[in-house]
């Protein structure tokens, strides 16, 4: 089976602070992608990765950005943690040509 | 972009009763995805289904492309199939998975 692996659970981090949240997946997928979701806005794409080192920002890539050095890893970065980005922040991956995707346990992140 | 719209956007049923949910949308795809949201917030793929018809267990789904919608069949419900249910849809050339905004379904044993 298909696994994709974040890093935290549940999260807690103050306002100012940079935050990094990593996602690795095991079945050599070449897209990779950041959702957030929230109580009545569903799952909005952030960023998205179809190769390593190739990004393409989503629906709501503001204050955020991405990082793809290896292909099995894929990291969202807060730059400036604010408390409107208290969120569950949702990773997937796919193949390349129609994929399924395969989604993390989520992270739970709290900005105080 | 394309829409995706789910309905309904609450269902709770009885433990054994069936149901059935739908995910309509307003283009054209080539893929079109079913998750299952546990309780603990993991999104669970249920079915690829671009177009026809799958059967996994007591769950099956059915798309017909030509008329823009999927629908998701649950028979027999268990108190376990409880829990928010997302399609997803992807346009021919796009990369990004558009979601609905889900059907939340509550068994009640």
């Known amino acids: 089976d298909v696994k994709v692996t974040q890093s935290s659970r549940y999260l807690v981090k103050r306002t100012g602070e940079k935050v990094f949240l990593e996602c690795v997946q095991d079945?050599?997928?070449?897209?990779m992608f950041w959702y957030r979701q929230d109580p009545g806005l569903g799952l909005r794409l952030i960023y998205f990765?179809?190769?390593?080192?190739?990004?393409e920002k989503g629906d709501i890539p503001e204050g955020y950005s991405v990082s793809r050095e290896k292909k099995e890893r894929f990291s969202l970065i807060l730059e400036s943690a604010s408390t409107n980005q208290t969120s569950m922040y949702l990773c997937?991956?796919?193949?390349?040509?129609?994929?399924?995707?395969?989604f993390g346990q989520g992270t739970r992140l709290t900005v105080v | 972009g394309i829409q995706v719209e789910q309905s309904p956007p609450d269902l709770i049923l009885q433990e054994g009763a069936n149901s059935t949910l739908r995910c309509n949308f307003s283009?054209?795809?080539?893929?079109l995805q079913w998750f299952h949201q546990n309780p603990w917030g993991q999104l669970i793929n249920l079915f690829y289904?671009?177009?026809g018809t799958k059967q996994n267990g007591r769950l099956s789904a059915t798309t017909v492309a030509t008329e823009r919608y999927s629908l998701l069949y649950i028979s027999s419900s268990q108190t376990t199939d409880s829990g928010v249910y997302f399609c997803?849809?992807?346009?021919?050339?796009?990369?990004?998975?558009?979601f609905g905004q889900g059907t939340r379904l509550t068994i009640n044993p």
């Open positions: 997937a991956s796919g193949s390349a040509g129609g994929w399924r995707a395969f």
């Open positions: 997803a849809a992807l346009m021919q050339g796009a990369q990004k998975l558009v």
């Open positions: 079945m050599d997928h070449e897209n």
């Open positions: 990765s179809y190769d390593v080192k190739m990004k």
């Open positions: 283009d054209s795809v080539n893929n």
């Open positions: 289904i671009p177009s």
